[in-house]
T-cell receptor
Framework: QKEVEQNSGPLSVPEGAIASLNCTYSDRVSQSFFWYRQYSGKSPELIMSIYSNGDKEDGRFTAQLNKASQYVSLLIRDSQPSDSATYLCAVSHTGNQFYFGTGTSLTVIP | GAVVSQHPSWVICKSGTSVKIECRSLDFQATTMFWYRQFPKQSLMLMATSNEGSKATYEQGVEKDKFLINHASLTLSTLTVTSAHPEDSSFYIC????????????FGNGTRLTVT
């Protein structure tokens, strides 16, 4: 079983809609959870970190964490064409080991 | 803060030559840096974990004699692709974490290597 699993997509949403990206992880001792955005041909950039159960909001982005279900998600409200990218979920146990999902490709259709 | 600088951003080399890629943490000290490789439309693949002052830890299937990693200081790690071949053409990305509890990974801008 992979450490971190994501639906590879592609996920398509119309402009202005909510995009929902999901991620599950296998190790219950995981402590830190991150979402990265990667545009084609570019390196990943951090967009959200979450460490405790519940929701964390930053602008149009909301990260949700449910440790009991070993599930973390990212919601993008009012999706824009510029949000079209691959979104990577990452999980860390001890701070010097990071596990990445394979990424979900998102396309926002104008 | 937490800026990682990677150079060069792209390089073209001839088959059989070696290429060095530098990764620097500009505003923090990075005890550990990570080197990834990514082929087109594929996911990140961890190549090795670089620890300051000690030998790198390579992932299974990554040739340590081909991909030489040196982490001589707390702000600099280098990856040297030796005797490069066309199949080594890829996007190489370094990353580092600040070492504070729960800190994320910060990525360099990546190096696109093309071996002709």
């Amino acid at each position: 079983q992979k450490e971190v699993e994501q639906n590879s997509g592609p996920l398509s949403v119309p402009e202005g809609a909510i995009a929902s990206l999901n991620c599950t992880y296998s190790d219950r001792v995981s402590q830190s959870f991150f979402w990265y955005r990667q545009y084609s041909g570019k390196s990943p950039e951090l967009i959200m970190s979450i460490y405790s159960n519940g929701d964390k909001e930053d602008g149009r982005f909301t990260a949700q964490l449910n440790k009991a279900s070993q599930y973390v998600s990212l919601l993008i409200r009012d999706s824009q064409p510029s949000d079209s990218a691959t979104y990577l979920c990452a999980v860390s146990h001890t701070g010097n080991q990071f596990y990445f999902g394979t990424g979900t490709s998102l396309t926002v259709i104008p | 803060g937490a800026v990682v600088s990677q150079h060069p951003s792209w390089v073209i080399c001839k088959s059989g030559t070696s290429v060095k890629i530098e990764c620097r943490s500009l505003d923090f000290q990075a005890t550990t840096m990570f080197w990834y490789r990514q082929f087109p439309k594929q996911s990140l693949m961890l190549m090795a974990t670089s620890n300051e002052g000690s030998k790198a830890t390579y992932e299974q299937g990554v040739e340590k004699d081909k991909f030489l990693i040196n982490h001589a200081s707390l702000t600099l790690s280098t990856l040297t692709v030796t005797s490069a071949h066309p199949e080594d053409s890829s996007f190489y990305i370094c990353s580092a974490e600040t070492g504070t509890y729960n800190s994320p990974l910060h990525f360099g801008n990546g190096t696109r290597l093309t071996v002709t």
